[in-house]
């Protein structure tokens, strides 16, 4: 069983920034994604990153604010908030895909972490 272990979330004011990691168990590569869920809303991908890094897509409400990135040797992946916003505030999810192509569906990821929360007050 796949472990996926997240860290970063937190409370900020409007305007400010958090990373959060995401760190998969074992040593298999996978494309990763970040994805949120805000109360009564459904999931929704952020942001999805291939296993080399080479690739990535964004949600529109997050581009040229957030940036997803991965460090291959220590097989962490990143996504760095910046210009926060009350709206972003959900929990957040990091997914593991083993799939050789790049989705934004979370049906298409594998293996989930306990997801971590993100509030942002205005």
């Known amino acids: 069983q796949v472990r996926l272990a997240e860290s970063g979330g937190g409370s900020v004011q409007a305007g400010g920034s958090l990373r959060l990691s995401c760190a998969p168990s074992?040593?298999?590569?996978?494309?990763m994604g970040w994805f949120r869920q805000a109360p009564g809303k459904e999931r929704e991908v952020v942001a999805a990153i291939t296993r080399s890094g080479s690739t990535t897509t964004y949600a529109d409400s997050v581009k040229g604010r957030f940036t997803i990135s991965r460090d291959t040797a220590k097989n962490t992946v990143y996504l760095q908030m910046n210009s926060l916003k009350p709206e972003d505030t959900a929990v957040y999810y990091c997914a593991a895909d083993l799939s050789t192509l790049l989705y934004r569906s979370s049906a298409a990821y594998e293996y989930w972490g306990q997801g971590i929360q993100v509030t942002v007050s205005s």
């Open positions: 074992g040593r298999t590569t996978y494309n």
